[in-house]
């Protein structure tokens, strides 16, 4: 929980969220939370770094927790290193027979937070930003970060934007099952005393019906804790199996060089499908930020010729087969679990290259080479 930032009047909240479940003999509970002084940062009642034993009590205007480590104010969550030994401590410490890792804070994709695509970043990022250093976790840093044994079950991003193919396929060695928004969620984030208590109360549940728990959760008991319209028209969650994301990637490779090899006579398809196709983030400059399907379905639908059309369809399939469970409002209408980066040409960033996904598919040569 990087709280070095404006999030900082949600994370006690959330804490007393976790507090209302608790710890049990089955399930531990634990935390890193940080919090800072900087003229974003909000008014933190202590600074630094903590690290929590959740326990459980009814009273959700204190937290009342055991603090089990303090590691000061010189500990930065937003560096990738402090994220591995947060892990790594808690496997030593609370050994467990499955490991679920929530990242709580602001998140952009694979993108920098702060610049979005104007400027253009020199050091694009994608979670844990910590506003009194200036850090963040580069998107490519994350399987360094995750590189523990055993490996997580399941990774949740209580944050923006990173239900994306380019972050999941960056992690899909790291972990079995991921779980995040197409979308900018609420700022209060996942309610999380719903899903851990269904955990608490069944913790031989398998990681992947945890995920979809957290999934459903957010998704149909988010108005009974936030009545405020405008979050609940912002509400997007999947969850993701990982084994499935080089068969997605492998269609999407295909999908570029379908759309490359007709940048000429399906470039008005092309054109209409990035400009239409379902967005996010937009608010903060994040448009360019598509869903896959939707993407790929307007492609397929829009006279193409038939080997581009199979191409998108083929994505779709591989879609269905990789994304477990997906859940959003009626706002958010063409969602489908998974976004994909689909910029302008002159908006492309050329640090896209060190991702594993464009390493690994020909979609930033599309991107580079539509006509429209």
């Known amino acids: 929980m990087n709280a070095a930032n404006d999030l900082q009047p949600f994370a006690a909240p959330n804490v007393n969220d976790m507090e209302i479940t608790g710890s049990t003999a089955d399930v531990n509970i634990v935390l890193e939370w940080q919090q800072a002084q900087c003229s974003q940062c909000g008014s933190p009642p202590w600074v630094g770094t903590r690290r929590y034993f959740i326990t459980k009590d009814t009273d959700y205007s204190t937290v009342h927790s055991q603090v089990v480590q303090d590691l ?31 990242l709580w804070d602001h998140g952009s994709g694979w993108l920098n937070f702060r610049g979005a695509r104007k400027p253009l970043p020199s050091t694009p990022r994608s979670v844990s930003f910590n506003y009194a250093t200036g850090t963040e976790i580069r998107t490519w840093e994350l399987p360094n970060a995750l590189a523990v044994t055993p490996k997580m079950d399941l990774i949740a991003f209580d944050a923006s934007l990173l239900q994306q193919l380019e972050v999941d396929y960056e992690i899909r060695n790291s972990t079995s099952f991921i779980v995040g ?23 031989a549940m398998t990681p992947q019906q945890f995920g979809s728990q957290i999934v459903t959760r957010t998704i149909n008991d988010y108005a009974q804790f936030d009545s405020d ?32 090899g007709h940048k000429t006579d399906a470039a008005n398809a092309e054109a209409a499908a990035r400009t239409n196709a379902k967005n996010y983030g937009a608010a903060e400059g994040y448009a360019d930020y598509k869903d896959l399907w939707d993407y790929a379905d307007r492609i397929k639908n829009g006279g193409v010729p038939a080997d581009l059309a199979q191409a998108a369809a083929n994505v779709q399939t591989a879609i269905s087969s990789a994304v477990l469970v997906e859940g959003h409002n009626s706002a958010e209408a063409g969602s ?11 908006a492309f960033v050329p640090s896209y290259a060190n991702l594993a996904f464009a390493k690994s598919t020909q979609w930033p040569a599309w991107i580079q080479s539509q006509t429209k």
């Open 72 to 102: 000061g104010s010189s500990v930065d969550t937003g560096n990738w290193q402090e994220l591995q030994s947060f892990i790594q401590w808690g496997q030593s410490k609370y050994p467990a027979d499955h490991y679920a890792l929530v």
């Open 181 to 203: 928004s197409e979308e900018s969620p609420p700022g209060r984030g996942y309610i999380y005393n719903t899903f851990l208590g269904d955990l608490t109360a069944n913790p």
């Open 229 to 260: 319209p405008t979050d609940l028209s912002i509400l997007t969650q999947s969850e993701i199996d990982t084994s499935k994301l080089q068969n997605l990637a492998d269609k999407v490779n295909a999908f570029a060089a379908a759309l490359i």
């Open 336 to 346: 489908h679990g998974i976004t994909i980066d689909v910029p302008t040409p002159s």
